[in-house]
């Protein structure tokens, strides 16, 4: 799976938007990109994944660039309920679904 | 629906003891996988279990080791405990092999 790159903490004023960057220039074709949040001392939450296109659910949205190698994840108003270290993830999509390879993530501060 | 149980979710442990910890996958889902966390490593992949059968192995010493039975629960077994055993780990599972992945609260083990 490729290797991903993020900022190691960001600040956000609560109810603001909360846009946190991904870099994975060395994504493949049939690669995608999952989005987890842990916070702390939780298990880590899914949130949403996506392809190429842009994927938007009742918790996020995720923008993926046109080449694909880096993306961004939008949590459009973020409450102090979403500070957490939230992970960029690339994977394939057969055979190691379930293998996650998590980085060190990027700690998302919400403050009022 | 329930979501992911592990137990138990706190345990102590002395060196040289062994450990079993169990994990209850969400009803219908086949696939489990197992995660260590530790402040210096991160999230790292122990092993994954799907149909009873082990599927992929991270890159740990053979002291760890787990099953699935055939009502998808898993459990993980850790010989002869170290100091550096000390984790919270972490069960997911998943529907099947293409799908996210979710994960239950985690065990905290000391090793003491």
């Known amino acids: 799976d490729a290797k991903t790159t993020q900022p190691t903490s960001m600040d956000c004023a609560e109810g603001r938007a909360a846009n946190l960057p991904c870099n994975h220039s060395t994504i493949s074709g049939n690669e995608y990109v999952y989005w987890y949040r842990q916070i702390h001392s939780q298990g880590p939450q899914y949130i949403i994944h996506?392809?190429?296109n842009n994927e938007t659910n009742e918790m996020a949205s995720l923008i993926i660039t046109e080449d694909r190698k880096s993306s961004t994840l939008i949590l459009p108003h973020a409450t102090l309920r979403d500070t957490a270290v939230y992970y960029c993830?690339?994977?394939?999509?057969?055979?190691?679904?379930?293998?996650?390879?998590f980085g060190t993530g990027t700690r998302l501060q919400v403050t009022l | 629906k329930a979501g992911v149980t592990q137990t138990p979710r706190y345990l102590i442990k002395t060196r040289g003891q062994q450990v079993t910890l169990s994990c209850s996958p969400i009803s219908g889902h086949r696939s489990v996988s197992w995660y260590q966390q530790t402040p210096g490593q991160g999230l790292q992949f122990l092993f994954e279990?799907?149909?009873?059968?082990?599927?992929n192995k991270g890159n740990f010493p053979g002291r760890f080791s787990g099953r699935q039975f055939s009502n998808s629960r898993s459990e993980m077994n850790v010989s002869t405990l170290e100091l550096g055993d000390s984790a919270l780990y972490l069960c997911?599972?998943?529907?099947?092999?293409?799908?996210?992945?979710?994960f239950g609260q985690g065990t905290r083990l000391t090793v003491v």
């Open positions: 279990y799907f149909s009873e059968t082990q599927r």
């Open positions: 993830i690339v994977r394939g999509d057969t055979g190691t679904a379930s293998k996650l390879t």
């Open positions: 997911a599972s998943t529907y099947g092999t293409e799908d996210e992945a979710f």
């Open positions: 996506g392809l190429k």
